[in-house]
């Protein structure tokens, strides 16, 4: 009974920092829509970051533009996958990791199946914009990103995905 409650504490922490993540994403995603016009940068942190609504049809950094269908089936497929294993992770780490992994998959994936052009076509909607000719992203993009990264790092310290540690 113990381990039962230790999965579900773990799927607890999964699931709600998905649902902040998705929930965050799509709000701020949502009150940009309604407040700027694509192509039309504001300043946020001064010169460093920027708001600048664009729509994305492809993956990150625009890559693939015009396989928005593509993406969709591979966000779906990885959306069903984390579902499927986050029953075995181990560990509150790596499943608040997958939680914020999820989200992101989950934020952008929302708006492939929901926002035009149409059902599982829809665009990715963007809004940071950074200097260095850096593409524009969102808070899912980064999310991405930032677990993805720690994941390595803890990979390359010798844990395993969502497993204790042998000296656990």
Not at 4 to 23: E, G
Request: proline share 4%; charged share 15%.
């Amino acid at each position: 009974m113990a381990k039962n409650k230790q999965l579900w504490i773990r799927q607890f922490w999964l699931f709600s920092f998905a649902a902040i993540v998705i929930l965050s994403d799509q709000l701020v995603k949502n009150i940009l829509i309604e407040n700027l016009r694509p192509g039309f940068p504001q300043p946020f942190l001064g010169e460093i970051v920027r708001l600048n609504l664009a729509y994305n049809d492809g993956a990150a950094f625009s890559i693939g533009s015009g396989a928005t269908w593509i993406f969709t089936l591979i966000s779906s497929a990885a959306f069903i996958y984390l579902v499927i294993y986050s029953f075995r992770i181990e560990t509150t780490g790596w499943s608040i990791m997958a939680g914020v992994f999820l989200g992101g998959i989950s934020g952008n994936l929302i708006d492939r199946l929901f926002r035009e052009p149409g059902f599982a076509m829809g665009y990715v909607v963007d809004y940071i914009q950074i200097p260095f000719n850096f593409p524009i992203f969102n808070l899912a993009d980064s999310a991405i990103f930032c677990i993805c990264s720690l994941a390595v790092i803890r990979i390359m310290r010798g844990d395993q995905i969502g497993r204790k540690s042998v000296s656990n």
